[in-house]
């Protein structure tokens, strides 16, 4: 069964969350910490187990579609217009 995440990022983070398994050691995604002390920044960065409930099937079912449809006039995508104002963009 295929799988859409309409983006890239949605896209990556179900790819990962399928592929973890339960104790595995997180570390496939960048983490940002924005304030609190150098402390508490140092902990939130540590590696951690995964504790998310599995996915089942594979990270190899999942498929980004990605049209910019956050950009640019949406007015002719629709189908047999062939994304008309969107190329041009």
Do not use: C, H, N
């Amino acid at each position: 069964m295929i799988e859409l995440a309409f983006g890239e990022s949605p896209g990556g983070a179900l790819k990962i969350a399928k592929s973890m398994k339960p104790g595995q050691m997180t570390g496939a995604a960048v983490i940002g910490v924005i304030g609190g002390t150098a402390e508490e920044r140092r902990e939130a960065m540590k590696p951690r187990a995964w504790s998310g409930i599995p996915i089942e099937g594979s990270a190899k079912d999942v498929q980004a579609l990605t049209l910019a449809l956050d950009i640019g006039d949406i007015s002719d995508t629709l189908p047999g217009t062939d994304l008309g104002s969107r190329k041009k963009l």
